[in-house]
């Protein structure tokens, strides 16, 4: 991707080094909780990029229709400024701090730390958009969704991290 094609409506567009950042970031935790590297998959990064691209326009930080049909996982992150991948990474795993590994289940406090960790998800893509006001709105896609709420689901795949 070059760096004139991103500026088309005057949304600045997720680069390549910016998906990977994600991804290693995401990988490097995953590998601490016993679950197997994630892959990036173009069909994702389209979409998440898409959805990225809504969100900054909207400025409005709301799942989209089909994360909330449950066709992948989602997270989503805002910031005033331009988010680095590795920020909002970690933003999104320091929700390990209010998961109870002894009663494991969905809560709203940790859904972005247990979508990344999520040892059934193989794939993922990522989108950035920033919006005129200088704002930026990443999306996260996974496939399969985890955060799946069925019994012993989280137990299988939110493992306790690694000593």
């Known amino acids: 991707m070059g760096k004139s094609d991103g500026l088309r409506f005057g949304i600045v567009t997720a680069s390549k080094q910016f998906n990977n950042e994600v991804l290693r970031a995401?990988?490097?935790?995953?590998?601490?909780?016993?679950?197997?590297?994630?892959?990036?998959?173009?069909?994702?990064?389209r979409e998440a990029q898409q959805y990225s691209e809504a969100l900054a326009s909207t400025r409005i930080l709301k799942h989209s229709p089909e994360s909330s049909r449950g066709q992948c996982g989602e997270n989503l992150a805002w910031a005033s400024y331009d988010q680095p991948g590795q920020e909002v990474a970690d933003r999104w795993y320091n929700e390990i701090k209010n998961y109870n590994f002894q009663q494991p289940g969905f809560t709203s406090g940790t859904g972005?730390?247990?979508?990344?960790?999520?040892?059934n998800t193989k794939k993922m893509g990522v989108g950035k958009s920033s919006a005129s006001d200088g704002s930026s709105f990443v999306v996260a896609r996974y496939f399969p969704a985890g955060n799946?709420?069925?019994?012993?689901?989280f137990e299988e795949n939110v493992l306790p991290p690694k000593k």
Do not use: D, I, S
Request: net charge positive.
């Open 112 to 119: 972005h730390f247990t979508a990344m960790v999520w040892k």
């Open 26 to 45: 995401h990988n490097e935790y995953r590998r601490q909780h016993g679950a197997p590297p994630l892959k990036l998959c173009k069909k994702l990064n």
């Open 148 to 153: 799946v709420v069925n019994q012993g689901f």
